[in-house]
């Protein structure tokens, strides 16, 4: 009997597991359907297209496919998140594409996310299950009893340490690591040491209340990290080697030996570097730390045959670094000059011209200062080449006529010339001819003249135009002057006498060729801004010869200059003119008041007018050259 009832129990307690296995289910799946819908429902609320009625029979279509379909012609958007392989058939009449999308996700296992505007269907994924984790303790006996099945470790830990107030230390990576265990009636001890050994793990009590797991010799490093002086919130290093800081009440003295374990360098305190500080920073590089640590105290460090050395600055210098600081882009010509008085302050700073280099001694913290100032102004300098185009233009002009007569101390002789123009000297028998010809009209008898009577004829017009044109191309780099200079030297001969002697004085003369220069000369100094704009500071002098007062005076000069600013764009062409001389004369000779009546003013004067005007202009082109 009592095996009957034994067996009746069994099925009954069967059928309850396989009944509550099912009202889960179906409890779950109620659940995904219920947030489904709802999801479905916002959707409509944000597009009322999803409410347009489609009429659609498909026979072996990819759900993928569907989606799209319908996501093209009602204008819904729709993104689909799951391989083309499922397939469905299926014919509907007036039907929302809401209920669509309902029945679709029902019957095939899918899921739907809504951003904004933007329904993504996806498969559906149940929710993990957590393994059922059950450990008991008994305070009284101090005794633990446990059973769990591919629980993951931190529950295990976190769970352990609530019920039984002993703290147990994982570290991050192994937060997801599954164990299993079963102990009765352990003491805490042995349990932990039993969940470590079952599980390859290796546990390390650290003291009374707090134990260390971790796997191999790898971890095990990671769990020393406990042993540190900051916890890893406080102080961390990435795998680029770069440093987190946020401790607000911490000491040198005990941030060093951690920050060097963690990196893994090597270290020697050469004093005893006790001062409380706070830092945060986030993410910087180890020297960059110590910069920031040492900043506002007497400590200083340097790297020696790869050992950290850190130590106090005294009066002798103690702890000094030397550093060669090459330059990359420059050179190291007149870099002492630009570096402030306060970098120098305490650095020894030596130019190398050999390795276009500096070579710098004194505290670290100086030197790291100096190389992030010459790091910010080693840059790369830009060439510009300028093209010049110099014009300069003479128009000119001469006009001469008149008749001039008169006696000479000997007889003239007759010469002249026809074309270009006409310039005669007539002698005395070639006037008297000429009067000649005229004594035989009427009554006139105009004589003859002496035999050293002359007379000029000149009647002549010139025009000239001179254009000089030169295209010289300068280049310099940026902030540097260029210089662009032409010109002429004449020469002129200056005499000096020399009495010697004074009973009987000989007088000497002695000379010597002189020269004077006259030249056009130009000066750029241009300035590239960041937005590729010139600035362009010319300075532009022009000196010319004018005639000599004597044979053997110097030439005279005259001297036009002008200088300006100007701002212009990258490969844009400005043109400097205004650089103008004009020169202009007019004179007439001849008898008084007979020489202001037209046409006898041609007889009884002679008249010269001229004029002259030249033109400087200068075009400058500059170009900045990558």
Not at 132 to 144: A, C, R
Not at 172 to 186: D, I, R, W
Not at 247 to 261: A, H
Not at 570 to 579: A, D, F, K, P
Request: glycine share 6%; charged share 20%; proline share 3%.
């Amino acid at each position: 009997m009592k095996r009957y009832l034994f067996l009746i129990s069994a099925l009954i307690l069967f059928f309850s597991f396989v009944c509550l296995g099912n009202m889960h289910a179906q409890t779950t799946d109620s659940l995904r359907l219920s947030v489904l819908k709802e999801t479905l429902d916002r959707a409509v609320q944000i597009d009322s297209s999803y409410n347009e009625k489609m009429d659609f029979s498909v026979s072996n279509m990819s759900i993928a496919e569907l989606f799209k379909n319908i996501a093209k012609v009602s204008g819904v958007n729709i993104n689909v998140n799951f391989s083309a392989e499922r397939s469905i058939t299926c014919n509907f009449k007036q039907i929302r594409i809401i209920d669509i999308l309902f029945f679709v996700c029902k019957e095939y296992g899918l899921d739907v996310e809504l951003v904004g505007n933007i329904l993504s269907v996806n498969l559906y994924r149940a929710p993990i299950k957590e393994p059922k984790l059950k450990i008991d303790y008994d305070p009284d006996k101090k005794e633990v009893s446990f059973d769990f099945t591919d629980a993951k470790l931190v529950n295990v830990a976190k769970s352990f340490s609530q019920k039984t107030g002993v703290n147990i230390v994982v570290p991050q990576k192994l937060f997801a690591y599954k164990v299993s265990s079963f102990g009765n009636s352990m003491a805490i001890d042995e349990a932990i040491q039993s969940i470590a050994v079952v599980n390859a793990l290796i546990a390390q009590k650290k003291d009374k209340t707090t134990w260390t797991m971790y796997q191999g010799n790898e971890d095990k490093n990671e769990a020393q990290q406990s042993r540190f002086s900051f916890s890893m919130d406080e102080l961390s290093v990435d795998s680029l080697g770069l440093v987190t800081a946020r401790i607000s009440n911490g000491n040198i003295r005990n941030i060093l030996p951690d920050i060097c374990r963690r990196l893994k360098l090597n270290y020697f305190f050469t004093d005893n570097l006790d001062h409380p500080t706070g830092i945060y920073v986030e993410k910087v590089d180890i020297n960059s730390f110590l910069k920031v640590l040492f900043t506002g105290t007497n400590f200083t460090w340097r790297i020696e045959n790869g050992i950290y050395l850190f130590g106090k600055v005294n009066e002798n210098g103690s702890l000094s670094s030397i550093r060669v600081i090459p330059m990359k882009f420059r050179t190291v010509d007149k870099v002492m000059e630009t570096i402030p008085a306060e970098l120098k302050n305490g650095v020894e700073i030596l130019t190398f011209p050999d390795l276009n280099s500096l070579v710098a001694s004194g505290d670290q913290r100086k030197l790291m200062q100096l190389i992030s100032f010459i790091g910010e102004i080693d840059k790369s300098v830009p060439l510009i080449s300028i093209d010049v185009i110099i014009v300069d233009a003479t128009d000119s002009s001469t006009r001469e006529a008149g008749v001039s007569m008169g006696l000479g101390k000997e007889p003239a002789t007759t010469s002249g010339t026809l074309s270009p123009g006409v310039n005669f000297s007539l002698n005395a028998n070639s006037v008297n001819k000429l009067i000649n010809s005229f004594n035989g009209f009427g009554s006139i008898n105009l004589g003859k003249v002496s035999p050293n009577f002359y007379m000029g004829l000149k009647l002549l017009e010139e025009n000239g135009k001179v254009l000089l044109r030169s295209t010289p191309k300068l280049a310099t780099l940026n902030g540097h002057k260029a210089t662009l200079k032409s010109g002429e030297t004449k020469y002129y001969k200056e005499t000096q006498t020399n009495i010697i002697g004074t009973q009987n004085p000989l007088q000497s003369e002695s000379y010597q060729w002189k020269n004077v220069e006259a030249s056009l000369t130009l000066d750029i100094v241009p300035y590239v801004s960041l937005d590729s704009c010139i600035t362009l500071k010319i300075d532009l002098s022009q000196s010319e010869f004018t005639e000599r007062e004597s044979e053997d005076a110097p030439p005279g000069a005259t001297t036009r200059s002008f200088n300006s600013i100007i701002k212009v764009r990258n490969q844009e062409m400005v043109l400097l003119g205004g650089i103008e001389k004009s020169l202009s004369n007019q004179s007439s000779s001849g008898l008084p008041l007979i020489a202001r009546i037209p046409i006898l003013k041609w007889l009884f004067g002679s008249s010269s007018k001229s004029k002259k005007l030249q033109k400087l202009n200068i075009f400058i082109k500059p170009s900045i050259i990558e």
